[in-house]
């Protein structure tokens, strides 16, 4: 497809469950990146891929989150034993260079929307 | 403080009318600050993008930045009922990656 995709567009777990979360971002594009959204809130960083660099991580809130990011393309989300906070939409997006410009924005996919019971 | 602070709003405007919704960042060295739409359940796409103090006009929208106040701002002239949305600021603060996200104004333009 021509846009960033995600799977699945909704989840509901029970707390306590491992979840994953995959992205599957534009052909071409060597920068992926995970946010977060929380009702009502803003978008908050999570996680950044660029190429074959080593992935700024600094957004990750604890060690129950993790991600990888497979031949440069697909990423995955995995969140360990999920907790009623972490219910949220995951957001991913790519862009096709390093810097975020006008020319180079970021592209979001859809979300998964992700309910922890 | 928060790097990037939005008015939650809703703010509410009548068709025909000019929305203005603001933002403020702290980061006083960021260099280039995007406006993202997103309607409600959908994801957000990008609509202005400005660096340069002044204004930038595309279409029925105009970007305002002052680097000195570290405010930026988005009019938006001749509301209409479909763009009522939720408008999230962003904020390069170093030029590089890192896209640091308002928390939104939600915009309703009543018919």
């Known amino acids: 497809g021509a846009g960033v995709s995600q799977s699945p567009s909704n989840k509901v777990t029970e707390k306590g469950k491992d979840v994953e979360l995959r992205c599957d971002p534009i052909?071409?594009?060597?920068?992926l990146y995970w946010y977060r959204q929380s009702l009502g809130q803003g978008l908050e960083f999570l996680i950044y891929?660029?190429?074959?660099?080593?992935?700024?991580k600094s957004g990750l809130p604890s060690d129950r989150f993790s991600a990888e990011r497979t031949g440069g393309s697909v990423s995955t989300l995995t969140i360990q034993r999920t907790q009623q906070e972490d219910s949220a939409v995951y957001l991913c997006?790519?862009?096709?260079?390093?810097?975020?410009?006008?020319?180079?924005?970021?592209?979001f996919g859809n979300g998964t929307r992700l309910t922890v019971t | 403080q928060k790097e990037v602070e939005q008015n939650s709003g809703p703010l509410s405007v009548p068709e025909g009318a000019i929305a203005s919704l603001n933002c403020t960042y702290s980061?006083?060295?960021?260099?280039?600050f995007f406006w993202y739409r997103q309607y409600s359940g959908k994801s957000p796409e990008l609509i202005m993008f400005?660096?340069?103090?002044g204004d930038k006009e595309d279409g029925r929208f105009t970007a305002q930045l002052n680097k000195a106040s570290q405010y930026v701002s988005l009019l938006i002239r001749d509301s209409q009922p479909s763009d009522s949305a939720t408008y999230l600021c962003?904020?390069?603060?170093?030029?590089?990656?890192?896209?640091?996200f308002g928390s939104g104004t939600r915009l309703l333009v009543r018919p």
């Open positions: 980061d006083r060295g960021s260099q280039s």
């Open positions: 891929f660029q190429g074959n660099s080593a992935p700024d």
């Open positions: 962003a904020v390069n603060p170093d030029s590089s990656y890192k896209l640091i």
């Open positions: 997006a790519s862009s096709p260079r390093y810097r975020v410009t006008y020319n180079s924005p970021l592209h």
């Open positions: 052909s071409g594009h060597t920068a």
């Open positions: 400005i660096y340069s103090n």
